[in-house]
C-alpha cells in the first residue's frame, strides 16, 4: 500500500494506491464550522444532489445511469467531527479489469456532474425536486421519536448542554426545515462551493500520474482555502450536581443514557489510554459493565460505553425495564468508581490492546475504513496505522486510573416505557 | 478436498464432508489479513415440535427455543465463555439464530486454528443448568421487549401471521417473553442432542488461512467428541393452503408515521419451474424490475408523494414463496391500492432485465472483495440450496424474458395479505 498526498492549490488530494480491492473508491469531503441552523439545509442538500442532476432529471433516471455504469454506489451524507460538519460523497465503481475500458473514466465524470451540475433552474434547485426532497424529510423528521435509542441519546446530549454542537440533531430540525426554499437552498450550495475547506480521497488500483489527472480534469475548485485545524469541544465546564431525567413514551423498553464529561486530555491520553479504558469498561463483550450489569444480573441485553474524543465526552447506553433503573444506575455508577480506584487487571488491559489490534487490521481490509482513518490522520493530527500499533503498547494501568479520574457523569436520562 | 471454482470471481471454494457427515467449504484469501468462520445447525425457530432423539414420541417445545439455545451455548463448563477467549486473542464471537438456522461466528486476523478450535468445541459441548437458564430470561426478554420497540419488526411479524396459516413461520423467530418462561433446560437438551448433530450442520471458512491446516484441526476437534454422530431427524410437517391466511389486518402502535406491509404468497408447485435457485432468482428479478429502485412503479410513488422509505424482499417457507413489500407512507390506503395495482399488472421489461442482470454480476464481483459478504452470501446458497453455486454469474446471464413471463402467468397476483400499522393516538 501506497499513500501520497498532493496540495492540489484548492484541495488537498489523498491516493491510496492498493491491489487489495477490485473496486476505486473516490470520496468527497465538504468541510466547514458547524451551525446549528445549517444541518438540516446541507441535509436536503445531500439529499437533492444525489437525487437528480440537470442530464438526470428525475431520480429514476440517476439510478439507471449508476446501474449502467455497472452498478457504481453513490452516497452522501453528513456528520460531525468537533466543532466541524463534514459532508462526504462517495462514489464506489468496479475497476475496469472487472468491465470495460474507460467505465471509471464515465463513472468519474458522471460523480463530478452530481456535484457540479444540480438540477437547477435561474439559480433555484428544480421546485417539483425540492419539494419531494422537502416532503421526505418532514416525514422523518416527524417520525424521529419511533427510533427510541436515539431519541434518548439526542435527549441525554441536549440535557447535558443545549448550546454546545454536541447536542446538535445531526438528523436536522424541523423549524430549519420550514425556513428553507429552493432558492436559499441554491444559495447555501453555492457557498459551500465556494467556500468549504475539500479534500478528494481515492483508494484502489491504479496509475498515480493518470488519477491526479482526472481528478484535476473532473474536479475543479477555484479558490484558495486556508487549512483550518478541527478543534475539541471546551471540556472545562463543571459539574456542579449530575442530573437526573426521565422523560415518558409509549414503548415496551426504557432506554438509558448517561452522559459523562471527561476534563482536558493531553494528545497521548485521548488517542490511546481513554481508548483503552472505555474498551475496558464497556467496549467489548468482556467488559466491567456487560459481565456485571449482563451476564452476573440479567438486567439488559446491551450495554456499552462509547468516547468520543473530540467533544470530551463518553456515553454510556442500555435498553432496561423501568422497574431496574436504580439497580442498573447503581452498578454502572460502581464499575466507574472501580475503574478509578484500578479496580482492574493487567490482563484486561492485555485483552482490550487485542481488541484495538484487530480493529486496526480490520480498517486495512475495508477501503471505506481506511479512507476514513487517512483523512482523520491529516485532519486531527492522530497517529497513522503503524504507530498506533506501537503506541497502543505504552499505555500503563496508572495512565488509565489518571483519566478514569478524569470522568464525571453530568447526566443520567431514561426515556421511560411504560412496560415493567 | 474437492475443489470447486466460483466461475469469473477468481476464487475457490474448497469442500469436504467429514465421515460423520459435516459438510465444510472453505474459501481461502491470500490477500487479506482477516478470516471469519461461521459453524451452522439447519435448525431455527421454526423448529418446535419433532421427535427427540433416542424416543419415540413427538413433543411440542415453546416457540423461541431455537434462540434461546443459541444464547445457552455461550456457557460452558469446563472452559471460559466464547466472550473471555475471543477478548483475549481479540477475536470476536456471536451467534445468530433465523426461521431455519442457527449459526455461531468467530472472526478475527490473527491465531487462526486456536479460534477454529474453540468454535468447533464449545458448540459440541452443550452445558444447561436450571440456575443458568433462569438466569438467560431476563437477558432474552430485553432483547424481545427491544425488537418489539422497532415498528417494521412488528408489522413484518404481523405480516407473516396472516400470511401463514398453519406454517411456523407466523411466530417471532424469538418468541414472546411469555414463552421464554416456559423454557426449561430438557427442552435445550431435547432440541440441541437431536439437531446439533454433524449430518444436520455445516462449516464455512473464508479469508486468511491455510486450508489442509484448517481441515486437520477440525478433524483433531472432533475427534474429541466421540458421541457426535449422525442421527435421524423426525419433525412434523405443516399443510399449508396455497391462500394466504387473512387478507388485511389494522394494527396500532406508538407511531408518528402509518406503515404498510403486503405479502402476495405463491406456492412454488404451481409455477412448474423446477430448478429452485434460478426460479428464486427470476422472483427477484421481478422484485427489481417492476419494485427496484429504478422501476416505474417507485418514479410514481415520488411523483405522487406515496412514500417515506419502501423495501422488498423474498421468503421461502417449504413449497413457499412469499414476495414481502413494506413501506412508510401518509396515505396507506392510496399507497395499497396503487401497489395492488401494479402487482396484477406486473410487466418485465427485456431492457430492464438485462439492466438488473449487470448489476447483480457487478454485486457478485463486489461481494466477493469482503470477506464478511462473501460469507453471507455462500451462507444463504448453502442453507437454501444445500451448495455452493459455482456458475451463478452465468446462470444469472441465463436469465430471458421468455422464462420470466412463463413464470409471471402462473402466479395468481390476487393472493395478497395486507397489514396497515397506523399511529395509537
Given at each position: 500500500?501506497?499513500?501520497?498526498?498532493?496540495?492540489?492549490?484548492?484541495?488537498?488530494?489523498?491516493?491510496?494506491?492498493?491491489?487489495?480491492?477490485?473496486?476505486?473508491?473516490?470520496?468527497?469531503?465538504?468541510?466547514?464550522?458547524?451551525?446549528?441552523?445549517?444541518?438540516?439545509?446541507?441535509?436536503?442538500?445531500?439529499?437533492?444532489?444525489?437525487?437528480?442532476?440537470?442530464?438526470?432529471?428525475?431520480?429514476?433516471?440517476?439510478?439507471?445511469?449508476?446501474?449502467?455504469?455497472?452498478?457504481?454506489?453513490?452516497?452522501?451524507?453528513?456528520?460531525?467531527?468537533?466543532?466541524?460538519?463534514?459532508?462526504?460523497?462517495?462514489?464506489?465503481?468496479?475497476?475496469?479489469?472487472?468491465?470495460?475500458?474507460?467505465?471509471?473514466?464515465?463513472?468519474?465524470?458522471?460523480?463530478?456532474?452530481?456535484?457540479?451540475?444540480?438540477?437547477?433552474?435561474?439559480?433555484?434547485?428544480?421546485?417539483?425536486?425540492?419539494?419531494?426532497?422537502?416532503?421526505?424529510?418532514?416525514?422523518?423528521?416527524?417520525?424521529?421519536?419511533?427510533?427510541?435509542?436515539?431519541?434518548?441519546?439526542?435527549?441525554?446530549?441536549?440535557?447535558?448542554?443545549?448550546?454546545?454542537?454536541?447536542?446538535?440533531?445531526?438528523?436536522?430540525?424541523?423549524?430549519?426545515?420550514?425556513?428553507?426554499?429552493?432558492?436559499?437552498?441554491?444559495?447555501?450550495?453555492?457557498?459551500?462551493?465556494?467556500?468549504?475547506?475539500?479534500?478528494?480521497?481515492?483508494?484502489?488500483?491504479?496509475?498515480?500520474?493518470?488519477?491526479?489527472?482526472?481528478?484535476?480534469?473532473?474536479?475543479?475548485?477555484?479558490?484558495?482555502?486556508?487549512?483550518?485545524?478541527?478543534?475539541?469541544?471546551?471540556?472545562?465546564?463543571?459539574?456542579?450536581?449530575?442530573?437526573?431525567?426521565?422523560?415518558?413514551?409509549?414503548?415496551?423498553?426504557?432506554?438509558?443514557?448517561?452522559?459523562?464529561?471527561?476534563?482536558?486530555?493531553?494528545?497521548?491520553?485521548?488517542?490511546?489510554?481513554?481508548?483503552?479504558?472505555?474498551?475496558?469498561?464497556?467496549?467489548?463483550?468482556?467488559?466491567?459493565?456487560?459481565?456485571?450489569?449482563?451476564?452476573?444480573?440479567?438486567?439488559?441485553?446491551?450495554?456499552?460505553?462509547?468516547?468520543?474524543?473530540?467533544?470530551?465526552?463518553?456515553?454510556?447506553?442500555?435498553?432496561?425495564?423501568?422497574?431496574?433503573?436504580?439497580?442498573?444506575?447503581?452498578?454502572?455508577?460502581?464499575?466507574?468508581?472501580?475503574?478509578?480506584?484500578?479496580?482492574?487487571?493487567?490482563?484486561?488491559?492485555?485483552?482490550?490492546?487485542q481488541i484495538y489490534k484487530n480493529s486496526l487490521e480490520e480498517i486495512e481490509e475495508n477501503p471505506s475504513y481506511l479512507m476514513e482513518a487517512y483523512y482523520l490522520m491529516d485532519l486531527i493530527g492522530i497517529d497513522d496505522l503503524d504507530t498506533r500499533r506501537i503506541k497502543i503498547n505504552e499505555v500503563t494501568k496508572d495512565d488509565i486510573i489518571k483519566v478514569a479520574k478524569k470522568i464525571k457523569i453530568d447526566t443520567i436520562y431514561l426515556l421511560e416505557g411504560d412496560e415493567s | 478436498m474437492k475443489k470447486v471454482e466460483l466461475a469469473g470471481l477468481e476464487k475457490t471454494v474448497f469442500y469436504e464432508k467429514l465421515e460423520n457427515g459435516l459438510d465444510i467449504y472453505m474459501i481461502p484469501y491470500d490477500d487479506k489479513k482477516n478470516y471469519y468462520i461461521s459453524y451452522a445447525t439447519r435448525f431455527g425457530s421454526?423448529?418446535?415440535?419433532?421427535?427427540?432423539?433416542?424416543?419415540?414420541?413427538?413433543?411440542?417445545?415453546?416457540?423461541?427455543?431455537?434462540?434461546?439455545?443459541?444464547?445457552?451455548?455461550?456457557?460452558?463448563?469446563?472452559?471460559?465463555?466464547?466472550?473471555?477467549?475471543?477478548?483475549?486473542?481479540?477475536?470476536?464471537?456471536?451467534?445468530?439464530?433465523?426461521?431455519?438456522?442457527?449459526?455461531?461466528?468467530?472472526?478475527?486476523?490473527?491465531?487462526?486454528?486456536?479460534?477454529?478450535?474453540?468454535?468447533?468445541?464449545?458448540?459440541?459441548?452443550?452445558?444447561?443448568?436450571?440456575?443458568?437458564?433462569?438466569?438467560?430470561?431476563?437477558?432474552?426478554?430485553?432483547?424481545?421487549?427491544?425488537?418489539?420497540?422497532?415498528?417494521?419488526?412488528?408489522?413484518?411479524?404481523?405480516?407473516?401471521?396472516?400470511?401463514?396459516?398453519?406454517?411456523?413461520?407466523?411466530?417471532?423467530?424469538?418468541?414472546?417473553?411469555?414463552?421464554?418462561?416456559?423454557?426449561?433446560?430438557?427442552?435445550?437438551?431435547?432440541?440441541?442432542?437431536?439437531?446439533?448433530?454433524?449430518?444436520?450442520?455445516?462449516?464455512?471458512?473464508?479469508?486468511?488461512?491455510?486450508?489442509?491446516?484448517?481441515?486437520?484441526?477440525?478433524?483433531?476437534?472432533?475427534?474429541?467428541?466421540?458421541?457426535?454422530?449422525?442421527?435421524?431427524?423426525?419433525?412434523?410437517?405443516?399443510?399449508?393452503?396455497?391462500?394466504?391466511?387473512?387478507?388485511?389486518?389494522?394494527?396500532?402502535?406508538?407511531?408518528?408515521?402509518?406503515?404498510?406491509?403486503?405479502?402476495?404468497?405463491?406456492?412454488?408447485?404451481?409455477?412448474?419451474?423446477?430448478?429452485?435457485?434460478?426460479?428464486?432468482?427470476?422472483?427477484?428479478?421481478?422484485?427489481?424490475?417492476?419494485?427496484?429502485?429504478?422501476?416505474?412503479?417507485?418514479?410514481?410513488?415520488?411523483?405522487?408523494?406515496?412514500?417515506?422509505?419502501?423495501?422488498?424482499?423474498?421468503?421461502?417457507?417449504?413449497?413457499?414463496?412469499?414476495?414481502?413489500?413494506?413501506?412508510?407512507?401518509?396515505?396507506?390506503?392510496?399507497?395499497?391500492?396503487?401497489?395492488?395495482?401494479?402487482?396484477?399488472?406486473?410487466?418485465?421489461?427485456?431492457?430492464?432485465?438485462?439492466?438488473?442482470?449487470?448489476?447483480?454480476?457487478?454485486?457478485?464481483?463486489?461481494?466477493?472483495?469482503?470477506?464478511?459478504?462473501?460469507?453471507?452470501?455462500?451462507?444463504?446458497?448453502?442453507?437454501?440450496?444445500?451448495?455452493?453455486?459455482?456458475?451463478?454469474?452465468?446462470?444469472?446471464?441465463?436469465?430471458?424474458?421468455?422464462?420470466?413471463?412463463?413464470?409471471?402467468?402462473?402466479?395468481?397476483?390476487?393472493?395478497?395479505?395486507?397489514?396497515?400499522?397506523?399511529?395509537?393516538?
Amino acid at each position: 500500500m501506497k499513500y501520497k498526498s498532493i496540495d492540489m492549490g484548492s484541495y488537498n488530494l489523498h491516493l491510496i494506491k492498493t491491489k487489495k480491492f477490485k473496486t476505486i473508491t473516490v470520496k468527497i469531503n465538504f468541510r466547514n464550522k458547524i451551525h446549528k441552523e445549517d444541518i438540516t439545509v446541507r441535509n436536503l442538500l445531500t439529499d437533492l444532489l444525489t437525487h437528480s442532476t440537470k442530464n438526470y432529471k428525475t431520480k429514476k433516471e440517476l439510478v439507471i445511469k449508476t446501474q449502467d455504469l455497472y452498478a457504481i454506489n453513490l452516497t452522501a451524507g453528513n456528520t460531525r467531527l468537533g466543532d466541524h460538519i463534514n459532508t462526504e460523497f462517495t462514489l464506489s465503481c468496479l475497476n475496469d479489469k472487472y468491465t470495460e475500458k474507460d467505465n471509471f473514466s464515465n463513472s468519474l465524470e458522471f460523480f463530478s456532474e452530481v456535484i457540479f451540475n444540480p438540477n437547477v433552474e435561474n439559480k433555484e434547485f428544480n421546485h417539483e425536486v425540492f419539494d419531494l426532497i422537502y416532503d421526505n424529510a418532514k416525514t422523518s423528521l416527524t417520525g424521529i421519536k419511533e427510533n427510541s435509542s436515539y431519541y434518548s441519546l439526542i435527549r441525554c446530549l441536549e440535557n447535558m448542554d443545549p448550546t454546545s454542537p454536541m447536542s446538535y440533531r445531526m438528523v436536522g430540525y424541523l423549524s430549519d426545515l420550514e425556513s428553507t426554499t429552493p432558492k436559499s437552498i441554491y444559495e447555501y450550495y453555492e457557498n459551500m462551493i465556494k467556500k468549504d475547506r475539500v479534500d478528494i480521497s481515492v483508494i484502489g488500483d491504479f496509475n498515480t500520474k493518470e488519477m491526479e489527472q482526472s481528478i484535476k480534469k473532473y474536479f475543479k475548485f477555484n479558490t484558495y482555502k486556508k487549512k483550518v485545524k478541527i478543534k475539541t469541544l471546551k471540556s472545562d465546564k463543571k459539574i456542579i450536581r449530575k442530573k437526573i431525567i426521565k422523560e415518558q413514551e409509549n414503548n415496551k423498553q426504557s432506554k438509558l443514557a448517561i452522559g459523562c464529561r471527561i476534563q482536558p486530555l493531553k494528545p497521548f491520553e485521548r488517542n490511546y489510554t481513554l481508548t483503552l479504558y472505555s474498551l475496558i469498561l464497556g467496549g467489548f463483550a468482556d467488559s466491567k459493565l456487560f459481565n456485571e450489569v449482563r451476564e452476573k444480573s440479567s438486567l439488559v441485553y446491551y450495554i456499552n460505553s462509547i468516547p468520543n474524543k473530540l467533544d470530551n465526552t463518553l456515553l454510556i447506553r442500555a435498553g432496561i425495564s423501568k422497574e431496574n433503573f436504580d439497580k442498573a444506575i447503581k452498578l454502572i455508577e460502581k464499575q466507574l468508581t472501580l475503574m478509578k480506584k484500578g479496580d482492574f487487571t493487567e490482563e484486561d488491559i492485555t485483552k482490550a490492546v487485542q481488541i484495538y489490534k484487530n480493529s486496526l487490521e480490520e480498517i486495512e481490509e475495508n477501503p471505506s475504513y481506511l479512507m476514513e482513518a487517512y483523512y482523520l490522520m491529516d485532519l486531527i493530527g492522530i497517529d497513522d496505522l503503524d504507530t498506533r500499533r506501537i503506541k497502543i503498547n505504552e499505555v500503563t494501568k496508572d495512565d488509565i486510573i489518571k483519566v478514569a479520574k478524569k470522568i464525571k457523569i453530568d447526566t443520567i436520562y431514561l426515556l421511560e416505557g411504560d412496560e415493567s | 478436498m474437492k475443489k470447486v471454482e466460483l466461475a469469473g470471481l477468481e476464487k475457490t471454494v474448497f469442500y469436504e464432508k467429514l465421515e460423520n457427515g459435516l459438510d465444510i467449504y472453505m474459501i481461502p484469501y491470500d490477500d487479506k489479513k482477516n478470516y471469519y468462520i461461521s459453524y451452522a445447525t439447519r435448525f431455527g425457530s421454526i423448529t418446535t415440535e419433532f421427535t427427540p432423539e433416542g424416543k419415540k414420541r413427538q413433543i411440542k417445545v415453546p416457540n423461541g427455543v431455537a434462540h434461546f439455545l443459541e444464547h445457552k451455548m455461550f456457557e460452558n463448563e469446563n472452559r471460559e465463555s466464547p466472550f473471555v477467549f475471543g477478548s483475549k486473542y481479540g477475536t470476536g464471537y456471536n451467534a445468530m439464530t433465523s426461521f431455519d438456522s442457527t449459526q455461531y461466528i468467530c472472526y478475527g486476523t490473527k491465531y487462526f486454528l486456536e479460534n477454529l478450535e474453540f468454535l468447533l468445541s464449545f458448540v459440541n459441548e452443550p452445558y444447561f443448568t436450571d440456575e443458568n437458564v433462569e438466569k438467560e430470561k431476563g437477558i432474552i426478554a430485553e432483547e424481545l421487549k427491544m425488537h418489539e420497540d422497532i415498528a417494521e419488526t412488528v408489522l413484518e411479524d404481523k405480516l407473516r401471521e396472516i400470511t401463514y396459516k398453519n406454517h411456523p413461520r407466523r411466530i417471532d423467530i424469538g418468541g414472546s417473553v411469555e414463552d421464554i418462561q416456559k423454557i426449561t433446560k430438557e427442552d435445550l437438551y431435547n432440541c440441541y442432542n437431536t439437531f446439533y448433530k454433524p449430518n444436520n450442520m455445516f462449516l464455512l471458512i473464508v479469508g486468511s488461512f491455510n486450508k489442509n491446516e484448517a481441515l486437520k484441526t477440525i478433524k483433531d476437534t472432533l475427534n474429541n467428541y466421540e458421541n457426535h454422530k449422525s442421527g435421524t431427524i423426525i419433525q412434523k410437517k405443516y399443510k399449508e393452503p396455497d391462500s394466504v391466511f387473512k387478507k388485511e389486518e389494522t394494527i396500532t402502535k406508538n407511531i408518528q408515521i402509518p406503515k404498510v406491509g403486503v405479502a402476495l404468497k405463491i406456492n412454488k408447485d404451481k409455477l412448474k419451474f423446477k430448478d429452485d435457485f434460478k426460479l428464486d432468482l427470476y422472483l427477484q428479478m421481478l422484485l427489481s424490475t417492476m419494485f427496484g429502485i429504478s422501476s416505474d412503479f417507485r418514479e410514481t410513488l415520488r411523483e405522487e408523494k406515496l412514500f417515506n422509505s419502501f423495501y422488498t424482499s423474498m421468503e421461502s417457507a417449504d413449497n413457499f414463496r412469499v414476495l414481502q413489500f413494506v413501506s412508510e407512507t401518509n396515505e396507506p390506503d392510496k399507497f395499497i391500492n396503487y401497489l395492488k395495482k401494479s402487482i396484477k399488472e406486473i410487466e418485465v421489461k427485456e431492457e430492464d432485465l438485462n439492466r438488473i442482470k449487470k448489476v447483480w454480476i457487478a454485486n457478485e464481483v463486489k461481494m466477493i472483495d469482503i470477506i464478511d459478504n462473501t460469507v453471507y452470501n455462500q451462507y444463504d446458497d448453502i442453507l437454501k440450496y444445500g451448495n455452493v453455486i459455482p456458475d451463478k454469474i452465468d446462470i444469472i446471464r441465463s436469465l430471458n424474458k421468455k422464462e420470466i413471463d412463463k413464470i409471471i402467468k402462473n402466479i395468481n397476483l390476487n393472493n395478497i395479505a395486507v397489514v396497515k400499522m397506523l399511529p395509537n393516538k
